[in-house]
């Protein structure tokens, strides 16, 4: 059996936290080839794990779905958006001073935590994605009470407007709608796919892990998905689904599929890792702290005169790579005990 902690699935733990060591290498690094292959799938890649993830009998209804998901991501979304509002302030002031242009672009941010249209304007870029995700847990809150067919339909018409509104074929400026709606529509592709399929992808990874050949099927099924991942993503270019860049929307879905495939198939020979059981069990903090160290790291070696280290360049990368990694993974622990006190104090209070 796959390793499972009140039936969680250590295996999807396992990819959520190799899909953050690439969105943390794709942060630092900026080499053409590989950062290509990795946008064509690390976002994807979350939006089906967390379709996997949503099973509408968990709530007794819309109002206990939307303050759940409230508590369980906006809250701890607001939260490292203020912490990285802070930083942005002081450091401006620390190594610029205070000015009315740094006045401005705090405003944008501060706004742009409500609003959030895509990463380009946000001070903690990787955030967009929690508000988008959001957006699409709602949409698909309200549409999965329907049969599957009916869901993959609507999802699939949505993912299609999606790619229409973030592309130049009809007059449209994408990044005036909030919560990135328009890359929140074509993604909903992925989370349907990610939830109709649950079931069928659970029970393949179960089967798997019991096989006495599961090192070698997960190593077919590894080198089989990035065979068709590694040319397609190549072949579409770089896209981001945060900055609305998707070039063509169905090659974008192949590489997600792909992409998502290859890394389940490394979680399942990886599942007793607790390293990695870790990392995707903290992921969302994860991606909250690391893009502000890579910040830090960034004005480190700008004071220290050394020569800036996300260049094309996969040997500089190293170093800050395996810094912000360590030092996210200690910032992820400290904020999960500290989030596990304040809770535990709340449950005291309400039942006292």
């Not at 080499?31 to 709530?59: E, N, Q």
């Not at 809250?75 to 912490?83: K, S």
């Not at 610029?96 to 380009?120: K, L, R």
């Not at 990610?194 to 099924?221: D, M, P, R, W």
């Amino acid at each position: 059996m796959p390793a499972e902690h009140n039936n969680r699935i250590e295996a999807i733990d396992v990819a959520k936290g190799i899909g953050m060591l690439f969105v943390i290498f794709a942060h630092i690094n900026y080499t053409k080839a590989p950062l290509t292959v990795i946008y064509s799938f690390h976002m994807p890649l979350y939006f089906i794990l967390s379709g996997m993830m949503f099973d509408r009998s968990r709530y007794s209804g819309f109002s206990q779905f939307i303050k759940r998901r409230f508590f369980s991501l906006i809250v701890p979304y607001l939260i490292f958006q203020f912490i990285s509002l802070a930083f942005f302030f002081l450091s401006e002031i620390v190594f610029s001073g205070f000015s009315p242009e740094i006045a401005d672009q705090g405003i944008t941010y501060i706004t742009q935590v409500f609003i959030s249209q895509g990463s380009a304007n946000m001070f903690n870029r990787p955030m967009w994605f929690v508000l988008c995700l959001f957006a699409v847990e709602i949409i698909y809150y309200l549409i999965s009470s329907l049969n599957k067919i009916a869901v993959a339909v609507i999802c699939a018409a949505a993912a299609a407007a999606g790619w229409l509104l973030e592309s130049d074929i009809i007059p449209f400026d994408s990044n005036i709608l909030p919560w990135s709606l328009d890359s929140a529509l074509f993604s909903m592709g992925f989370y349907a796919l990610g939830n109709i399929f649950a079931q069928s992808v659970k029970s393949t990874i179960t089967k798997i892990s019991q096989s006495k050949y599961k090192a070698i099927i997960c190593i077919l099924i590894f080198l089989c998905s990035t065979a068709v991942l590694i040319p397609l993503a190549l072949l579409n270019g770089k896209i981001s689904i945060g900055s609305k860049d998707l070039n063509n929307g169905f090659l974008l879905y192949l590489t997600g599929i792909a992409g998502t495939t290859a890394i389940l198939s490394l979680s399942i020979l990886l599942e007793k890792a607790r390293i990695f059981q870790f990392m995707g069990q903290t992921s969302f903090y994860i991606m909250g702290i690391h893009y502000l160290l890579r910040m830090v790291i960034s004005k480190v070696y700008v004071i220290l005169g050394i020569p800036a280290y996300n260049s094309e360049s996969l040997t500089e990368c190293i170093v800050p790579f395996i810094t912000i990694t360590v030092l996210s993974l200690f910032f992820a622990l400290l904020y999960r005990k500290a989030d596990k006190i304040i809770r535990r104090k709340l449950s005291k209070r309400k039942t006292a």
